[in-house]
């Protein structure tokens, strides 16, 4: 598998464990210091935002995949934009589809690659 079906790959992943609740997978996949920027602006710790989609607090029921782009790979690091229709309830919220685009980042640590950044903004 190259680099860059390395990162597409997790990025699916991701999506998959956030409706799954697949706790396990997250904290396997995600930087101990990995953030996540909400539409909000709002910088959520990976800790936090783990535990919220434990409690239900961010509930994400289905996740379907319109376009994965502008993949970057530059030695140990990479980037790509996936946009993705996500139906969720976000902090007490009714459940709703979000058109959602995430920019995430990517380093290559000891052959494995995580995901240390994202960022979530709508299309």
């Known amino acids: 598998m190259t680099d860059q079906e390395e990162v597409i790959r997790l990025y699916r992943l991701e999506n998959q464990a956030m409706v799954n609740k697949d706790i396990a997978i997250l904290n396997e996949i995600l930087a101990p210091t990995m953030q996540l920027q909400h539409m909000t602006g709002y910088v959520q710790p990976k800790l936090e935002w783990i535990d919220q989609i434990q409690n239900d607090e961010m509930k994400y029921y289905s996740s379907f995949e319109d376009n994965v782009k502008d993949i970057e790979v530059d030695g140990n690091k990479a980037s790509l934009i996936g946009q ?3 139906k969720a309830s976000v ?3 009714a459940i709703s589809m979000w058109r959602l ?3 995430m980042y990517f380093v290559k640590s000891n052959g494995q690659w995580i995901i ?3 960022i979530a903004s709508t299309y």
């Open 84 to 86: 993705n229709q996500v």
């Open 91 to 93: 902090w007490g919220s």
């Open 101 to 103: 685009q995430m920019k």
């Open 116 to 118: 240390t950044n994202q």
